[in-house]
């Protein structure tokens, strides 16, 4: 299978990363997955016969730009969508206003004759039902697991796992990073400043944090959750969102005085959708700690269905990607693992 | 899709009353899921224009057996399976010791060129790679996602949503009956026999226990998760098991005392399959109560992941069933979904 990485920064390095370090594994197990064109904001290099991964890396790494790796046709990322190709990858940096430049990538790319994985929330939060539309139209696989809870399978699962159950409502902690503030918080009574600060040292959370603490980044989830699991029809205004900045020690020690703690809560049933901080038993599955993300299905005939796993990182997201690779994979050779 | 329904006990007839209650939701959202054929002891019926679901179950409900139902071919078990239809679902009782007659209908139905959907424990314990090898044989697809965990999803998940992950190990509880007789000796302080006997009261337990109790149930399901998830080549007579008869409230008491709860745990890593009670700190993801059950995957790119769900129940089995029969129709019908 011949695949294209749009965008080719932390996430997109990592697939690459991931391709290389597992092909042999890759190979045995389901099939040749090859990259024929990789794009960063430096243009595109395509090689219908396979780029060399591990140059390409070393490339970029060195010089910062994919556009200086040799053995391949220098062209613009459009071009690049024009190539031949099965799968485009579009992993640019996630723009949560106006969705771009992905939701333009991924359009061309359905119009190009390319099924699409992505880890762009972006694109899902603003634009979901053009995108799922423009994917049918041109018959073309669309997928997106690495966009909600990193390496926490969540859209599949509901998707396929949970096929023929109605889902009823989903809820869980969807960002890493106020889950370690909160944690943080709780449990070395520190103010909310200073487990931002420490967050921030240790890279989980971005200099600017505001999508993170505002409840902006778990919103666009929540959305993205709504609209594919749920067919409901949302974008993020339809949140009521409200973050953690105003969370104290206090109020975290109170809450555990009585048997409860506080978590940035993102919630979806058929009458709202909402991202608030909650008190939360502590002995219900939604309090994991640290980074890690946790949802709760609530469903028809399996009743409650948790998931709880890593929801950041750099391997953890590139889990998500291969697992929708794979999937298309096995659907265009009708495979029947 | 047609599919003959082989077993029509408690899952059978479940799966009958999801399909009649869901019939104007599945079409809507994937397409005809039509039943024209169901067997239990007293023999087989196929109708190829499809079996009235509603009077099948009544049928089956005064009379105790299918075979009196009208408006259909009446046939043996073998001669249904040689008729007709796209999907077999084996849900005869499970014999851990033979795999039959699961075992035998499972063969026929593949060379018979039927796909085949099972929650039958015993054939894929014991014959795992036979039943493999004769789906592939027979180019036919093969799922059995209810054989472990009910609705909990465990073995697609690892093997879909996990895609490309290497699995390290798994270990869970994965047997409801010894999860709510320990849940209720730790919380009511009571003594094994007492707990048992609720359980069986209210139908956790069967009247002959031992299979949960002594572990045998969690080892049959762990060597499916060693085979299909690990590519192991296991029976159940490589675990070391070791049942649940000889805790104690005192046990339970102390390891309360400590910060810990006692589970009967299953794990399969690359050096052992083992069943055994095992002390869990109060605060880890597998630490879940009553009936539930739980699995936690280690893996190389997502790490851990954990999966919580209602291990057993009709409806729940029934979510299982009925999300493979959903795959097997969009592969299929070469669906984008």
């Known amino acids: 299978m011949d695949i294209i990485i749009i965008g080719f920064g932390t996430i997109g390095k990592g697939l690459a ?6 092909r042999e594994y890759l190979k045995k197990n389901f099939g040749e997955f090859r990259v024929v064109g990789i794009a960063d904001s430096s243009g595109a290099i395509y090689n219908k016969e396979g780029i060399d991964l591990k140059k390409a890396i070393d490339v970029k790494e060195k010089t910062k730009k994919i556009i200086n790796y040799n053995d391949a046709e220098k062209l613009s990322i459009f071009e690049l969508i024009e190539k031949e190709a099965d799968v ?48 049918e139209k041109y018959n073309k696989i669309f997928r997106f697991e690495a966009t909600v809870g990193g390496a926490m399978p969540i859209i599949n699962l509901a998707k396929e796992n949970l096929a023929g159950n109605e889902i009823l409502s989903i809820r869980g902690i969807l960002n890493g990073t106020t889950n370690y503030i909160l944690t943080k918080m709780e449990e070395e009574n520190v103010d909310f400043e200073t487990a931002l600060k420490e967050a921030q040292e240790l890279g989980y959370a971005e200099s600017n944090p505001s999508q993170d603490i505002d409840g902006l980044d778990t919103a666009a989830k929540i959305v993205i959750l709504a609209n594919s699991i749920m067919n409901l029809n949302k974008t993020i ?22 048997g409860y703690t506080i978590k940035l809560i993102g919630e979806v049933n058929k009458k709202y959708l909402i991202v608030e901080p909650m008190l939360i038993p502590k002995y219900s599955p939604l309090n994991v700690k640290g980074t890690l993300n946790v949802a709760m299905f609530e469903t028809d005939l399996a009743k409650e269905v948790v998931v709880v ?21 096995n659907r265009v050779n009708n495979s029947t693992k």
Chains 1, 2 share one sequence.
């Open 17 to 22: 990363e991931v391709l290389y370090k597992k």
């Open 88 to 135: 485009a990858v579009e992993v640019t940096p996630s723009n949560l206003e106006t969705g771009e430049p992905a939701k333009t990538h991924i359009i061309e790319s359905f119009k190009n004759d390319k099924h699409v994985v992505t880890a762009n929330k972006g694109p899902l939060a603003l634009f979901y039902n053009e995108l799922i539309k423009t994917a």
């Open 237 to 258: 205004k339809d949140v009521k969102i409200k973050g953690i900045t105003k969370i104290t020690p206090e109020s975290l020690f109170l809450a555990n005085k009585k």
């Open 309 to 329: 796993g890593r929801g950041a990182g750099k391997e953890e997201t590139n889990s998500a990607l291969l697992s929708d690779l794979i999937s298309i994979y």
